[in-house]
């Protein structure tokens, strides 16, 4: 995912600069984003103080590593069950007593 060229800080400040009754649109204008941008930050930025969104950031980078994690177990998961399926042996008889066990192909 794409980074914020803002920092959790400067988003922050931006919107409480905001909530202390300066128009939307001069906000954007001053900080040089979009309406939609800002509208977004609100979404997911207000009513936190830096340090919820410091801790808001370092909980999101746990989850994707995690995310990874757990799609890398499942894939090992499926290849695992994917090879138990399959027959990788059979028994050739050596003469009247005892089978032994040669690689099947094909």
Same mark, same amino acid.
């Given at each position: 995912?794409? $980074?914020? *060229?803002f920092? #959790?800080?400067?988003?922050?400040?931006?919107? +409480?600069?905001?909530?202390?009754? &300066?128009p939307?649109?001069?906000?954007?204008?001053?900080?040089?984003?979009?309406?939609?941008?800002?509208?977004?930050?609100?979404?997911?930025?207000?009513?936190l103080?830096?340090?919820?969104?410091? $801790?808001? *950031?370092?909980? #999101?980078?746990?989850?994707?590593?995690?995310? +990874?994690?757990?799609?890398?177990? &499942?894939l090992?998961n499926?290849?695992?069950?994917?090879?138990?399926?399959?027959?990788?042996?059979?028994?050739?008889?050596?003469g009247?007593?005892?089978?032994?066990?040669?690689?099947?192909?094909?």
């Amino acid at each position: 995912m794409k $980074r914020s *060229r803002f920092s #959790e800080e400067q988003i922050i400040a931006m919107l +409480k600069e905001q909530e202390a009754r &300066m128009p939307t649109a001069d906000v954007c204008r001053k900080q040089g984003v979009s309406t939609a941008t800002f509208y977004k930050h609100k979404a997911k930025f207000g009513g936190l103080e830096v340090s919820d969104a410091r $801790r808001l *950031r370092a909980l #999101e980078d746990e989850n994707g590593k995690l995310k +990874k994690l757990l799609a890398e177990a &499942m894939l090992d998961n499926a290849i695992l069950k994917d090879v138990a399926a399959k027959k990788w042996w059979r028994p050739a008889f050596v003469g009247k007593r005892r089978p032994r066990l040669v690689r099947r192909t094909g």
